[in-house]
């Protein structure tokens, strides 16, 4: 069965950074690209990045363009991604999710449990 | 960018009752790229609809998407304990991939 766990969340100080992580189990993970989207509390969803199935491309919300990178090691089922120059305002629960990408559609499908990430001094 | 905007913010209904969300893009967007999200509080979001009228695979058939262009809607009739939640529009033709804003369907 399809799984998704992210992990790396926590407290962390203005300016620093953190790594989170999102281990995928059940699927051929190779074969999709994935998402990172954050939900700030009481908030709406926010998609933040994409990197293709292969690595090829990356796409970045301009709200965090510049400071965090995602990433994949598809050898051992896991995307990343890693925020820089933190900001209160990247307070939220982090969560990946798969991209089913077809000829006539697109959509997030499976989604993990999500990380929280709190930004405060 | 694509800005989603879903109305009304919250409503409160009962049991049994039909209600119709709304969404309406910024510009007009094939229905093919506009999906709907159902998420219950302290959980992740979870695919209801995609391509405007698509239900993902075990969604009950009472609920129901339509549209086009810029205005979109997601309709669950005979509304049922479980569906108490709140649902995203989504488009996802363009990057930014932008969500709306959310209604949050209560218990009246």
């Known amino acids: 069965q399809e799984q998704l766990v992210e992990s790396g969340g926590g407290v962390v100080r203005p300016g620093r950074s953190l790594r989170l992580s999102c281990a995928a189990s059940g699927f051929t993970f190779s074969n999709y690209g994935m998402h990172w989207v954050r939900q700030a509390p009481g908030k709406g969803l926010e998609w933040v990045a994409v990197m293709w199935n292969d690595g090829s491309k990356t796409f970045y919300a301009d709200s965090v363009k510049g400071r965090f990178t995602i990433s994949r090691d598809n050898s051992k089922n896991t995307l990343f991604l890693q925020m820089s120059s933190l900001r209160a305002e990247d307070t939220a629960m982090y969560y990946c999710?798969?991209?089913?990408?077809?000829?006539?559609?697109?959509?997030?499908?499976?989604w993990g449990q999500g990380t929280l990430v709190t930004v405060s001094s | 960018d694509i800005q989603m905007t879903q109305s009304p913010s919250s409503l409160s209904a009962s049991v049994g009752d039909r209600v119709t969300l709304t969404c309406r893009a910024s510009q007009s967007i094939s229905s093919n790229y506009l999906n709907w999200y159902q998420q219950k509080l302290g959980t992740a979001p979870k695919i209801l609809i995609y391509?405007?009228?698509t239900l993902q695979s075990g969604v009950p058939s009472r609920f129901s998407g339509s549209g086009s262009a810029t205005a979109f809607t997601l309709t669950i009739s005979n509304l049922q304990p479980e569906d108490f939640a709140t649902y995203y529009c989504q488009q996802t033709i363009t990057n930014p991939l932008t969500f709306g804003g959310g209604t949050k369907v209560a218990i009246k």
């Open positions: 391509a405007t009228s």
């Open positions: 999710a798969t991209y089913v990408v077809s000829s006539n559609y697109y959509y997030f499908d499976f």
